[in-house]
């Protein structure tokens, strides 16, 4: 079924896109929330995900297994990339003359109130692994895939999966602990971040 997926896929079907859709969309939503941490940016993601899956569709093998790892990977050089331009606009923005700001401390205390204070250990130890090692964290970890598929996914060996995966562990054991000492995170710190369930697909 995959195989035959791939080639309506492939030869452009609608309605095989419509079953990737249906198949793949919340997978590939939740993997953008990990990488980014930001639920409107993830959205964006998924709709640019699939509207490059289309522009890509011709590059596809027409013999394969699941077009998860394929679409993973699109979805994680699209938010390489909605990054970059994120940083840009940044930077524009903050060569502009504004005027000196009255503090406003209402996001500061809707955070401290947020309810998902139980992520709060491992999206603070988040930011300081590295970027690829956040991708390989968020492709086998979260999103389930094995090293071979997450290696697709990323275009590396399968032996860089696996040392990225190590050292990400290990950062983020190293860094999430003193937050987890302090009360502020329970449970496995590798499995908190699971912002809706994708099932096994």
């Known amino acids: 079924m995959d195989t035959n997926l791939r080639k309506r896929v492939r030869a452009g079907d609608h309605d095989a896109f419509g079953e990737l859709f249906d198949a793949c969309a919340r997978s590939v939503y939740n993997h953008a929330y990990r990488l980014t941490g930001d639920w409107s940016t993830a959205e ?3 709709s640019l995900t699939f509207l490059e899956a289309w522009r890509l569709r011709k590059r596809l093998d027409e ?3 699941s077009l998860r790892p394929w679409l993973l990977g699109i979805a994680t050089n699209v938010t390489r990339n909605t990054r970059r331009a994120a940083r840009r606009h940044a930077a524009a923005v903050a060569r502009l003359p504004r005027e000196e700001p009255v503090r ?3 996001d500061e205390v809707s955070a401290r109130l947020d309810d998902s204070a139980q992520l709060a250990g491992v999206r603070a130890a ?3 692994l590295r970027r690829a090692e956040r991708e390989v964290l968020a492709l086998c970890v979260w999103s389930g895939l094995d090293y071979a598929a997450a290696a697709q996914a990323l275009g590396v060996p399968v032996g860089t999966v696996r040392s ?3 050292r990400a562990r290990k950062k983020l054991a190293k860094y999430a ?3 987890q000492r302090g009360g502020q995170m329970r449970g496995d710190r590798t499995t908190a971040v699971r912002p809706i369930s994708e099932g096994h697909r």
């Open 104 to 106: 406003d401390f209402a």
């Open 177 to 179: 602990e003193p937050l």
């Open 63 to 65: 013999e394969g297994g």
């Open 44 to 46: 964006d993601v998924v």
């Open 126 to 128: 988040l930011p300081r």
């Open 164 to 166: 990225r995966l190590s």
